[in-house]
Each structure stands twice: as C-alpha cells, then as structure tokens.
C-alpha cells in the first residue's frame, strides 16, 4: 500500500526562486543536527504532531491488529469451518464485525495522520516566514545590502518549506516503529522461531534504506542545486531578454541554457540510478522473507511445532509491512534536506545589528534643522571588498532652506540621502535633526520628520491611495482632500483621475501597471503628503518630462518653507531652488556655496553643471569655423 | 499595455490524449525503446504475484497436505519463487533506469527547445509582468511532467498490469470473488472523479496562495528601503501575515481533501477483505473453494486494492503534469510574432546604414494605435535625435527599427531591403540598441561587456571604456573590469549600470546604434563626453538617441518630434527652434533648466 510521503505542495508559477543560495554555513550534516530541527519544530507545533503521532500509531496497531483479526478469523472461524464443512453464521458474523472494526480504526488512523501531519508542516512553514519576514522589516538596510534579493527570497520560501517538509512523513514513521513493536510482539506469540526471520528481515530494510538514503541525499542535493540554476539561468536570461535580443545573442544563451539543462538531465538520471537499484531489493526482500516464512513455518509445521494460523498470521504480517517500513528511509532522506534548509532560516533569525533606538524624539514643529558631522560610511560590494562611499562628510542646512547636492555619477549622493533619513548609520560622524543624534530616537521618530524620494522607485502592490498614505487613516480624512492635494503637486492628479478607478486603481506588482514617470510622481506625493519636515529628494524626476519636472519644482517653491530640503540634482533649474549648494566629488564634500560661489571657485563643478551649455558653445563655435572656412 | 501578446489563451485546450501524443513527438527520446521497457515492465509486475502464489501452493500442497504439514512438496516450488524474485527484481532495476534516461533526455530536450522559443517571443520584451510565467514554462512546468513520468506515470502503468493480473489471477481460484471485489470498487471509481475534481481545485487555490505570499514577501525584501524610510514596517509585516495565513488555510484545506479522498480507497480495501472472508468462507464450505485457495486470494485481494488506492493520487498527478504539459507546449506552438527568416532572408553587407519608414502605424494587440502613419527617412551616416514626451510614440519607434516588434502597417526598410526579410544574424550585427534600464548579468564588468561579442580580447573591452572616455571611471572600481556587479548589477548605481551597457553596445560595433535614454541617469559631464565620444567615433555610423535631455537634440544632424503617435517636426535644431510649435516648446522648458541657476 504505497502513500505517498509528502504533502506536496504546489510551487507557483516562476517567482519562487528555487534557490537555495550559497549556503550560509558549510558544516557537514550529521544526524545530530537532524535531530535538532526536529526537536525545533516539535516544540513549535506539539500539540498537531502528538494528535499526528497518536494518529500513526493507530494506524499502526491496526494494520498489526488486520493481520492479528484475520489471523485469528482463519483459526476460529474459517478453518473450523473448511474442516467440519458447516458455517455457524452468529461465528462468522463475530469474526466479519472484528474485521470491519479494525478497518475503520486503520481509515480513521490515517485521516488523523494526514490531516494533523498537514496541519503541522503548514503551520511550521507559516511560523518560520512570520519570523523570517519579521526579521527583514527589522534587519538594518546595510544587512540587507550584503546579501543577495534571491538568497533572501528563497530563505524565506524554498528553504522554509525544506526545513519542515521533513514533518509529513514523520508521524508516520513513527507509527511505523509502533507498527513494528506491535507485529514483533504478535510474532513472538503466534511462533518465536517465525518471529526470528522478522527480527533479521526488519532491521535488514532499515539498514538497507539507511545505505540507501546516505547514497541519496548528495545527489538528490545536486540535482537540486541544478534545478535551481536552470531557473536562475532562465530568470537572468528572460530578465536580460531585451540585451539578448538586441546584440543578437539567443544562440549563446541557448548554449549556456543547453549546459545547465544537460548537468540537470544528468544529475537526474544519477539520482534515478541509485533510487532504481535499491527499490526493488527493498521490495524484494521481505517478499523474500515471506517464502523463508513459509518454508521454515511448513517444516515447524510438520513437527507440530506451530500451526497453520500462525504460519498464516506471520506471512500476512510481512506482505503489511513491507512497505511502510520505508517511510522511516523516508524520514532519514528528508533530515539531510532539513538541516541545510535550517542552517539557512536560522542564519537569518539569528542575525544581529539591529539599528540601534533611543527614547528621544524630536519635539519641534516647521522646518528641521539637519547637521552632518564627520561621518564616514563604506559598503560592502559583490566582491566583499569595503568600498568607502563618503569620507569625513560634514553639512549644515539651517531650516526651511534648501540645499543641492551635485557630484558626478557614483559620487555618492545617493548614500548621502539614505544617511540623512537614517537608512543607515554612519561608520564615524553624527547626523542630527534639530541637534538630536539620530540614533539615539526611538523607532518610527525619524519617518514622522522626514520623507526620501529615492532616484529609483518603489511601490506598493497596493491601491493609489494605500500607496500614498500606506494605511496612516489621518491622511484619508476629509474625501481624500490631502492625498490630491498631493498628487497635485507632483503632477500626477490629472492621470490619477484619468485612471479607471482612480484613487482605488491597483498599481499592480511594483507598480508594473505605470510607466516610469507616473510611478516616480506617485512616489513623490507619498512624500508630500506627509509635510515632512525633512524632504530629501534624490534625482526623483529623473523619468520626467522637462516640463512637468518644470511645473513640480515651481510647485514645491510655492508650497512655502514649512520644509527643510535635500535635492540630488543635476539641472540648474532645480539647482536654482536651492539656498545652497554642496559639491562632492569621490565621497567628500568638497565645497559648500552659493551656485554663483561654487561656479566662481570649483573648475569641477562647473563642469558638471555647465556641460549642456559649454557643449552647445562648442559646437557653435566649431560650426561657426566651418562657416568661416 | 493589458492584451497579453501572442500565447495561446486557455480555453481550447487540447484533451489529454492529443496533448501526450504532441508530447512525445516534441520529445522523440521518450518513446524510444518503450516497447522493450513496457514488457520488462510487464516481468516486473509478474513478480508481485509470485508470493501469493506461493502461500495458496505451499497451504494447500505442504501445510494442509492430506498427510499433515510436509515441506519438501513445496521446497522446490518455494526455491523456485525465490529466484523468480530475484529475475523480477532485476527487471525492476533495468525499467528504473530506462525509464529515467528516456524521460530525462527528452525533457531536457522540451526544456531546451522552449527556452529558445522563448527568446522569439515579443512576450518578454513588451510584457515585463510575465517573464516570471515564462520561467516557470522551462522550470517548474517541465519539473511536473518529470516527477509524473518518473514516480506517477510508473506506478500508474504498473498499477494497471497489476490491477490485470490480479483480476486474471483471482479468476481462476474464484470468479464469484472476484465479481464481488470489483462489485464493491465500481462504486469507488465513480467517485474518484469528482474528488480528484475537489483535489485539484484545491491545489489551484494552493498555488493561487503561493503567489500571493511570495509577492507579499518579495516587497519586504526589495522595497526594505522605502518600508524603512516610511517606518511602515508593521503594516507591510501585516500584510505579509495575512497572505501567509491564507496561504497555510488553503494548504491545509487541500491536505484534508486528499487525505479524505486517498482514505476512502483504504476504507473500501479494509471492507473488501471482511466481505471475501465471508462470503468465501460460505463458498468454500460449499465446496467451491479450498482453504489455501481463500487464503491466496486474500493476498491477491491486497495486489488489486493497492492499485485502486494509489489512482485517486496518481491521475491526480496525472493531472498537472498533463496541464503543465500542455503549458509548455502552448509557449513552443506560440509563432514567434516577429520571425527570424533564416535562410531564407538576406545578409546586407556592413557599410553607412539608411533606413526609411513607409507608412508606419503601430498599435499593441487589442489596444490603441500608438504611431500613426509615420514616413521617415534616415540618412546612412546621420546622427538623428527623436524628441517627444512620456508616451508619445518614441520608443515604439526604436522597437520597430530594431525589429523588437513589427509594424501593423506599412514598412520599415533598411538599405532597400524590407526588415523583415533581414536574416536575424545579419539585423543584430548590425543594428544595436541600448535600453534606458542596461540590464546586466550577474558577472564581472568584463564578462558583461564581452556579451556582445564573446571572442573579444580584455584589451579590446578596455578599449571600449577609453575610447567611450570610461577609463577612469574604471579605474575607480575596486577590481577594475575584474569588478562583480550582483544580481541585475545590483552593486552598482543606476548610471554606473548605463556606462557598461553602453560600452557593451560600443563592443558590438554596429552600423546603426540606437540609444533609448541610455544615459538619462549619468550626469551631465559624462553624458556629454560619452556623447562626443560617440560623435567623434561614429563618423562611419548612423546613429539615432531617444533623449528627453534636449542636449542630444541640439548636437544632431535632425530632430524628429513625435508627438501623440505623429511626427509632427522634423529638421535641425536651429530651424525647428525657429518654427516653435512642439519642439518650441520642449526646448523652452529644457533652456529654462539649464540657465535658471
């Protein structure tokens, strides 16, 4: 009676990575650690896996006891029976209602299992990504930055769901070890000599499965890693699909596809030898035992040494278990699978470097009062090297002004503005608001002051309106009067309203329904809503048109000084807005004036700045010597 | 852009049967030699009965013989089966392995083949929402019919030589027994269809859960920033919880349905064994039966039931490998929208570059016209700069010159030749296109420069950075061109990503270079000086930018403005700022940008 052993569960269509990620530890498995994952989930879900266990168990002793009740209807009913040629009818009624009893036991048993064996895998794997995903909300962004979007993706999915798969066919091995407690009682009673081949054929299968899972896990591990890598080629490769098109590269990346496709087929067709030799030795070997039964039980018979029933009873008995002894191979498969899944989960549950909070928060009301001091921060890059982003950076933007920060293309601005909201902290230095050290304010102060339009967007899978307000109900009052108020001025209200369901339309994943410019203007009112006291915006209408990112500017002029405000900028038309502007070049500030001051002092900066203009001189003059030739 | 392009929709879908045969034709390596696994197959099932066999010989030849309990009637026949088991079990081993090699080889081959195809479908370059299903086609999908094939498919096939030879056997000790065994499972049949119906149905709810939940968590991932700037982090976590639950709710819903419907097969089998013993028992006083017989026939009650148990799960399984088949096959049947000519098609030679449009109108399937009736000329070595603003047509201009898509009317024509009947070889060594997001792979800066041509030297990629003015910017990488650059080129900034596509481009060395806002997100130095740098080194080359940076327009031959779909300007800078109208416009803001400080 093959069962199959897992709950399998359906993977989705393509955005599960598979991947398992560079295993974050590399210690080798042992059973031990097996074990430990094991007692892990137990403890999380003890009441599910005892009402499993107990329902395993059941199902156990029943399918010893089916063997035990026929065993003992042949004796008493059938082979009197046989022998005197007459059924006593109330006998055979007895014997018929003993059997039905104990089938509906054994139905009810593996219901039990089943449901509560599902009920504790789905349990477990929601608990884990309740806490995995609670870690990523609470893990500083500098953890995040280190590691890779896939690898913390299928930490929690892929490896949550290997971490605990291991708990449906658990209970059930461990009714087969109930099972087998059982049956060797029941040999030893019906005939201790038939009962001996049991004690060597059982713990032959269990040894044989255990050589059999040991062969098995590496390769079924490899076959898995490849699995994933064919899907990480084809994401990267479907992702890129624009480049491959574009230069013309389908056939090579068909080859790179071809290879990767070709170590799965491979590692697959490993995994099916090793899974094609032991099958059928573990199914023949208790069904050899079973005519080892019949011979030694014959011969026991002939000698009066045991009867018929028994030698029945004990045949019966092996054809019943031969199979679900295998779900304790099952069991040891499923350990080596569950402790890399696990070392991987706990890896995230038990990183540290919580952004450190106070109890401070800021009091005032209007403009904020932002001071940089001497910070230094570096970021680890793809290759582990520290790269210094920004190096003993200093600042002083008095309230209500507005001050640029221009520098060339990976200068570091943009680590600039994540350090002024407190995204990260700084290696050395001390960013203040209102001259309070931002890290020693509780959680959530520095949201409520400020608001960073980030250069690249992100939004919500959510409604307009949820992903301007993100649930804050104070800013839904009064008709969505502050929302549009918003959307007004950065520019979007005309296509909001045009939109199917306006405010209620959903954005889709990320935002996919909306082009580029929409989703930055969408950001953007998500910032101004709020009127924080801190507005940081970095290149944020990058995907603009000139005449709208026009109209937005002259907007937030408008708006009054109610805001402090950091812009990331290249244009003089946004440079213009600002009070004053910072010059950084390589991670320094190198200057800090007026765009007269700096234009006047700063050949670099001037180069940045002036580039459209100087080119368009250029080209004047140089069509200008071509006229004159 | 809501039509979905090209894809089969569901709703037709072919039945099982014509789903399989195109299957296994896509496949040839699956059916070859099944004939010789399927009878080995058939030996292997043989052995199932070999014990049943044994125990009816051995009660009623040796236990029950008239002369009381004798082994040595039955010594040889009990050897006997011993080595059959072995024989069968060999056969067992020999049908694992055939059958892993043909399924293995012939889904690679699938997975393979419709990866390809993929790449010819215009699904990945215009509808980003669904590259992710276009993955899960060569992964999961293909993963599915494996599994199936592999565990289900046998079991299935065995099952049903089993389900045979145990119907057969039992018809010869009792065809009253017999007739009462499938009395009872008919019943059980026609119900398996409907709760197999239920079973899947779940699932769907399942994977539909799936979806959800790993969206949910993917934004606490890739939008940690902006979750950490709005301190919205318990709303997110609470969203995130909520998925999670119903995901936990619909799985644990579907594991009640299976585990009811795989329990009513052990119920009926339990029911089964009570109802042979008494009716057998009564036959057998009655002379119809022996003792040994009945006892045999029990055990070959246990060699039907097994099979009847395990198809509520396996055409389960059959199931959704078929449906994944069936995906698979639908993305492979897809014609690719725009199609390579191959052979058939011309090879230009490589030299200056013209391209006009004749009458040009483009409109996504099922949506609106985006370009009306557009005539264009591009003269071979001109530097052309297409103005407009946020959906005015201007990047569906560059699609339909790089034959991205096609238009729905009228003709592009390069060189006199329709682009049409370009050889794909031929159109992509010539014409390249730079897209404003330079998507790179997760390799070195050197590795993904090199994509565009894989023979090129470490000196020729460095060439392209100094001849693009990069020089020193490589030079500030921590490993210089050696430097990784993480998933998508995670690690490097937005406009960092744009100087190695463009310099990826510049290595493809084409005749016709399209730049898509290929540098909106460099700042203005390097813009200009990537610009010049091009300028300079392109004399040979015609050139064609898509900027809303208006700098690029006032350093070209001609400005084409594209406006609401028409091309409603055209002509040098200078005469286009004299005419106003749009381009009047544009330029006003873009000066009043520049020269507000």
Redesign the interface.
């Known amino acids: ?4 052993s897992a ?1 399998a ?8 990575r ?1 991947d398992l990620g560079p295993s974050p530890s590399s210690e080798p498995y042992t059973l031990r650690r097996g074990l430990f994952v094991l007692g892990q989930g137990i403890r999380h879900a003890p009441r599910m896996f005892t009402l499993a266990v107990a329902g395993s168990a059941l199902y156990g002793v029943m399918t010893a006891g ?1 063997a035990w009740a ?1 065993g003992r ?2 004796k008493e ?3 009197p ?2 022998r005197s ?3 006593d009818g109330g006998d ?1 009624a007895k ?2 209602g003993l ?2 009893l ?3 036991l ?2 009810v048993g ?2 039990g299992r ?2 509560a064996a ?2 504790v895998v ?2 477990l ?2 608990i884990f ?2 806490r995995v ?2 870690q ?3 893990l500083p ?1 500098a953890w ?1 930055s280190s590691h ?3 690898q ?2 299928s930490n ?2 892929a490896d949550v769901e290997a971490t605990f798969q291991v708990f449906a066919p658990l209970p059930m091995a461990i009714g087969v070890v109930v099972m087998l407690v059982v049956a060797a009682v029941a040999m030893l009673l019906a005939d201790p000599v038939l009962a001996l081949i049991g004690l060597c054929v059982f713990p032959a299968v269990f040894a044989i499965n255990v050589v059999f899972q040991r062969r098995m896990s590496p390769r079924v591990t490899r076959a898995q890693r490849l ?1 994933a890598e ?2 990480d080629v ?17 056939a ?3 080859q790179r ?2 290879r990767s ?2 170590e ?3 590692a ?2 490993e ?3 090793t ?3 032991f ?3 573990i ?2 070997i208790p ?2 035992g ?2 080892a039964v ?2 030694v ?3 026991r ?2 000698h009066g040494q045991a009867s ?1 029933a028994d ?2 009873q004990v ?2 008995l092996f ?2 278990l031969a199979f679900p002894v295998r779900a304790l191979g099952w069991v040891l498969g499923e350990l080596p699978r569950s402790a890399v899944g696990w070392s991987r989960v706990a890896a995230v549950l038990q990183a540290t470097g919580q952004l450190p909070f106070g109890d401070a928060t800021l009091g005032g009301t209007g403009a904020a009062h932002l001071s940089v001091e001497n910070v230094d921060y570096a970021h680890v ?3 582990g ?1 520290l ?1 210094p982003a920004l190096v003993d950076v200093s600042l002083d933007v008095r309230p209500g002004s507005t001050v640029a920060v221009v ?4 200068s570091g601005k ?1 680590t600039l503005t ?1 350090l002024l ?1 407190r ?1 990260v902290d700084p290696d050395r230095g001390t960013v203040r608001i209102d001259g309070v050290d931002l890290t020693t304010l509780r ?2 102060e ?3 002051a ?3 339009v ?5 939004l ?2 959510d409604s307009v309106r949820g992903n301007i307000t ?2 804050d109900p104070a800013l839904t009052d009064d008709d969505d009067r502050r929302v549009w108020e918003a959307l007004r001025l950065a520019q979007a209200d005309g296509f909001v309203a045009a939109l199917a369901h306006g405010l209620d339309t959903q954005v ?3 935002g ?1 329904t909306l ?1 580029g ?1 929409q989703r930055q203007r969408v950001a953007l009112a ?1 910032a101004l809503v ?1 009127r924080p006291r801190l507005l940081v915006l970095d ?1 944020a209408t ?6 709208v ?2 109209a937005i500017l002259a907007g937030l002029r408008d708006a009054g000084s109610d805001s402090t405000v950091v812009v990331v900028a ?7 807005l600002a009070d004053q502007v910072v010059f950084v070049e ?1 991670g320094r500030v190198v200057d800090v004036g007026t ?2 001051e700096l ?1 006047g002092r700063r050949p670099g900066y001037r ?3 002036d ?6 001189a250029l ?1 004047a003059a140089s069509e200008g010597e071509e006229v004159l030739r | 852009m809501s039509a979905v392009v090209g894809v089969r929709a569901e709703g037709d879908e072919p039945g099982v049967r014509e789903t399989l045969r195109h299957g296994l034709r896509m496949s040839p390596e699956m059916s070859r030699g099944i004939v010789v696994t399927l009878l080995l197959a058939t030996v ?1 099932t043989g ?1 199932r009965i ?2 049943p066999f ?2 009816q010989q ?2 009623d030849r ?3 013989a008239p002369q ?4 040595s009637a ?2 040889g026949l ?1 050897a006997l ?2 080595v059959l ?2 024989v ?3 056969c ?2 020999v ?3 055939r ?3 043909a399924s ?2 012939g ?2 081959t699938l ?2 083949g419709a ?2 195809h ?3 479908l215009s699904v ?2 215009q509808n ?2 669904r ?10 999908d293909v ?1 599915t019919i ?1 599994t199936f094939v ?1 565990s289900g498919g046998l ?1 299935l096939v065995l099952s049903t030589l089993q389900l045979t030879v145990a119907t057969a056997l039992m018809l010869v000790y009792s065809p009253l027994l017999t007739a009462v065994v499938w009395a009872c499972f008919l019943p059980v049949l026609s119900v398996a269809r409907p709760m197999q119906r239920a079973v899947s149905g779940a ?1 769907q709810q ?2 539909e859960r ?2 959800d ?21 318990a ?3 609470r969203r ?2 909520a998925t ?2 119903a ?2 709710d619909a ?2 819903g579907a ?2 349905r ?3 419907a ?2 009513t097969g ?2 009926v ?3 089964v ?2 109802v042979v ?2 009716v ?3 036959w ?2 009655r ?1 119809h039966l ?2 040994g017989e ?2 045999a026939f ?2 070959l009650v ?1 060699l039907f ?2 099979p009847v ?2 198809g509520t ?1 396996v055409l389960n399984e059959l199931q ?1 490998a078929v449906a994944g088949w069936r995906r698979v096959l639908a993305v492979v049947d897809t014609p690719a929208d725009v199609a390579d000519p191959g052979e058939a098609g011309e090879v230009l030679p490589r030299g200056p570059i013209a391209v006009r449009f004749e009458h040009v109108s483009y409109a996504y399937p099922g949506g609106p016209t985006v370009l009306h009736d557009v005539d264009l000329r591009i003269e071979p070595r001109s530097r052309v700069a297409v103005v407009g ?3 005015s047509g201007k990047t569906t201009l560059a699609k339909l010159l ?1 034959r ?1 898509m096609d238009p729905s009317t009228g003709r592009v024509v390069v060189d006199g030749v329709d682009l049409r009947r370009v050889r ?2 031929s ?3 010539r014409i ?4 404003q ?6 390799d070195t800066v050197l590795g993904n420069v090199r ?2 041509r ?1 023979g090129a030297t470490r000196e020729e990629v460095e060439l392209a950075f100094t001849e693009l003015g990069l020089a020193d ?1 490589v030079d ?1 990488l ?2 210089g061109l050696d ?6 080129g ?2 490097l ?4 990503r744009q ?1 190695v ?1 463009l310099a ?2 510049y290595l ?1 060395d084409p005749d016709l270079l399209v730049l898509d806002e290929a540098t ?9 000086r990537i ?2 740098a091009l300028d300079g080194l392109s004399r040979g080359r015609t050139a064609i930018s898509i900027a ?4 690029t327009a ?2 070209a031959d001609e400005v084409v403005v594209v406006d609401g779909g028409h091309v409603v300007q055209r002509g040098p800078h200078r005469r286009l700022v004299a005419e106003g109208g749009v381009y009047g ?2 330029h006003a ?2 000066v ?6």
Do not use: C
């Open positions: 009676m093959p069962e199959s709950t569960e359906p993977t989705d269509g393509g955005r599960s598979t089916s026929l209807v042949t009913v059938i082979t029976s046989f040629g007459h059924v055979l014997g018929a059997l039905t104990v089938a509906v054994l139905v593996v219901v089943r449901v599902g009920v789905y349990d794997g929601a990504r309740r995903t609670a990523y909300l609470r962004l995040h890779p979007t896939g913390l993706l929690a999915n699995r064919v899907s084809a994401h990267e490769s479907f992702d890129g699909a624009l480049v491959v098109k574009s230069l013309g590269r389908e090579s990346e068909t596809f071809t496709a070709y799965l087929r491979d697959n067709v995994v099916g030898r899974r094609g030799t099958d059928p030795v199914e023949a069904n050899l079973t005519l019949l011979a039980g014959t011969s018979a002939a018929v030698v029945v045949a019966y054809s019943l890059d793809a290759d090297d790269v520098g060339a293309t990976g943009s994540a909201v995204l959680a959530g520095v949201a409520l400020t608001a960073l980030p250069q690249q967007t992100f919500f899978d993100l649930g889709g994943e990320r996919a082009s410019g998500r709020r290149d990058s995907a603009v048109d000139p005449q990112e026009q290249y244009r003089k038309a946004t440079i213009a390589d765009h007269a234009t180069h940045i700045v580039a459209y203009e100087r080119d368009a080209r | 292997a052995g070999v014990v044994a125990v051995t009660i040796g236990l029950t009381g309990p004798d082994l039955v010594s009990l089966a011993a088991l072995l069968t079990a060999s067992s081993y049908v694992n392995l059958l892993f090699r293995e080889g889904l690679a997975r393979i990866f390809r993929v790449h010819d990945l370059t980003s929402e590259r992710g299903s276009m993955v899960s086609r060569v992964t999961s993963d494996s592999q079991l699932y399942v994977r799936v979806g939940m790993l969206s949910a968590v993917s934004e606490s991932v890739v939008g940690a920033s902006t979750i950490r700037a709005y301190a919205v982090e709303r997110t976590g995130i919880d999670v639950k995901h936990r799985a644990v594991q009640v299976v585990a009811l795989f329990s052990v119920l089998s339990g029911l064994t009570v013993v008494v057998g028992t009564w057998g006083v002379g022996t003792l009945l006892l029990l055990f246990q039931t097994g148990q395990i799960e959704n603003e946020t959906g790089t991205l794909f070889s159109l992509r060594e390249v296109m730079v897209p997001d330079g998507f790179l792979f997760d994509f565009a894989s910017w500030g921590p490993r430097t990784h650059v993480g998933q998508r995670e690690s900034s937005a406009g960092e100087l596509a990826r481009a493809a909106s997100a460099v700042d203005p130095a390097t813009e200009v610009q010049r809303h940076r208006l700098s006032e350093a416009r544009l803001s873009w009043a940008q520049q020269t507000r400080a």
